[in-house]
């Protein structure tokens, strides 16, 4: 495991967000969403994410999400995603990440 500095941690923009909209992503190679979250003053991003094993599309609208939204935009197929989605990886598949109590949209992680 490599170790990274303090500084490099700044780097990563990791905030709250609320989830807008879901919808399926057929062209996908894997099962996934697309999905478009609130950031409050860092506006409404989009991202595709394989939450969809766990979660139907009314488990996820209106849940706060944790979001890294400074990386840089990726083509997935036809779709640009413009954030990472975070979650964990399980055999019964992709856990989302959660926040224990709500805080404000745009909430950078400390």
């Known amino acids: 495991m490599e170790k990274i500095s303090w500084s490099d941690f700044e ?3 990791i905030v709250s967000g609320t989830i807008l909209r ?14 478009w979250a ?12 394989q939450f969809t094993k766990l979660y139907s599309h009314d488990d996820l609208v209106g849940r706060q999400v944790i979001g890294i939204i400074n990386f840089p935009v990726k083509q997935i197929g036809p779709f640009q995603s413009e954030f990472l989605l975070s979650g964990f990886e399980t055999p019964e598949g992709v856990v989302m ?3 224990e109590r709500r805080v404000p949209n ?3 992680l400390s």
């Open 11 to 13: 780097k990563v923009l």
């Open 38 to 49: 609130d950031f409050g003053p860092y506006g409404e991003l989009k991202t595709s994410a």
């Open 97 to 99: 990440a959660s926040i």
């Open 106 to 108: 745009g909430t950078r």
């Open 22 to 35: 879901v919808e399926d992503f057929p062209e996908a190679r894997k099962p996934a969403y697309k999905i």
